[in-house]
């Protein structure tokens, strides 16, 4: 993903780290601010795998460490659900004021809980996507119960979550334990989307059933059956945010197709991890890979799959195009497309590899009432496919390089 570094001010003055990541056209329709889990980072996989599906959607995804967290100054111990709440509000401020007014709002676990209550802050919020939240902030209590009674007793105590120590004071379970979402999802009007697993063992499938109870229409569940708390499964991760672009578009001010991108060309983007490739033209997106046979994450097609969709694409508009203008009667083209590599069938030194060429195998399938020669003459026709005469012709590639600091 190409992100730009950020950083703003939380109530105390204290710079909180953040990336805003943009669609590959750089050219977002809109912006959203994401809530990480409790204890965990802007960086986490599951986050920034949601953040790219957003990404494709066109839409910029503001991620960032809470207070005292990952790469934000502060101290963790002097936080609390409402502090998270007013860093969330702060994020939504500097997008406003920097960028365009956010209308989505994202939150993991605990973050979920945390945008609930700063989307009845922020009026751009449109719609609010929550993964896994609970319905009480007070619920991950229990991720620290082992140490409530030292709390209550001194003042503080070292918790262990997730592998890492953190310090927390009493005045953050007094904090959690106050709050409430009862009152805000029956005053708020706003597009909610819920998403929770089954099986998820840190905050239980019950939370997301007492959300939608009191949440105002419009509202939706999805199940995310087999996911564990912190969608430790990239597949996962990659199906919320999916999920979460295509629910949105139906509660975001979308401009109109056309303007979606400022160029007309086709760009493509490879992050530092895997081949997953965000492909973007014009409004439209998808995602370009390789198996997992080979290091890839299996999320899309590989380059020589899209170069046969092109093919087949092609060729199917170009026979029912010919059909129609002579009026012959074909209900469906079907095209197939294989690519691999082959010797010629002219072949001199067969025993030399170099001698193998790249070969498209075409099956066309049609359903209508055609003649043997109008049959015959489609078959022609096929060839002549713009893309098909490209393969064919020479072709020049000419290429610049771009340093972006």
Not at 41 to 54: G, P
Not at 106 to 120: D, E, K
Not at 210 to 237: E, T, W
Request: glycine share 6%; proline share 3%; hydrophobic share 40%.
């Amino acid at each position: 993903m190409s992100s730009i570094r950020i950083r703003f001010a939380n109530t105390q003055n204290e710079q909180l780290s953040a990336r805003l990541d943009m669609p590959v056209s750089e050219h977002p329709h809109t912006f959203a601010v994401f809530a990480h889990c409790f204890t965990c980072n802007k960086n986490l996989n599951a986050v920034r795998n949601i953040s790219r599906a957003l990404n494709q959607a066109g839409i910029a995804v503001l991620r960032f460490d809470f207070t005292g967290l990952g790469d934000s100054e502060g101290a963790f111990e002097e936080t609390n659900f409402t502090s998270n709440v007013d860093d969330l509000v702060l994020a939504c401020q500097y997008i406003t004021e920097h960028y365009q007014a956010p209308e989505l709002i994202v939150g993991h676990s605990l973050g979920g809980a945390a945008v609930i209550c700063a989307a009845a802050q922020v009026d751009s919020i449109k719609a609010i996507a929550t993964i896994g939240a609970p319905f009480a902030p007070g619920h991950v209590g229990h991720l620290i119960a082992s140490k409530a009674q030292e709390i209550e007793q001194t003042g503080a105590a070292e918790v262990n979550i997730g592998g890492r120590s953190f310090r927390v004071k009493k005045q953050f379970l007094e904090d959690i334990v106050a709050q409430s979402l009862t009152e805000k999802l029956r005053d708020m009007r706003k597009a909610l989307l819920i998403l929770h697993s089954p099986q998820d063992r840190t905050v239980e499938i019950e939370n997301a059933a007492k959300l939608y109870k009191v949440a105002h229409h419009p509202k939706s569940f999805i199940s995310l059956d087999g996911a564990d708390h912190l969608l430790s499964n990239k597949k996962d991760s990659h199906y919320v945010g999916e999920v979460i672009a295509n629910w949105s578009t139906r509660y975001l001010s979308l401009p109109e197709k056309e303007k979606w991108s400022a160029q007309g060309q086709t760009a493509v983007r490879l992050g530092a991890d895997g081949f997953t490739s965000e492909v973007m033209v014009r409004h439209h997106s998808l995602i370009a890979d390789e198996p997992a046979s080979v290091g890839g994450n299996d999320f899309g097609p590989t380059p020589y799959e899209l170069v046969a969709a092109g093919l087949g694409a092609c060729t199917a508009m170009t026979i029912q195009m010919y059909a129609r203008r002579k009026k012959w009667h074909i209900e469906e083209v079907v095209v197939h497309v294989d690519h691999g590599k082959s010797y010629a069938a002219h072949c001199q030194n067969c025993a030399d590899p170099k001698s193998k060429i790249d070969v498209f195998e075409r099956v066309i399938e049609l359903r209508g009432d055609l003649s043997e020669g109008q049959v015959q003459r489609i078959l022609e026709i096929a060839d002549r496919c713009p893309v098909h005469r490209t393969l064919h012709a020479e072709v020049e590639v000419r290429t610049q390089i771009a340093l972006k600091q």
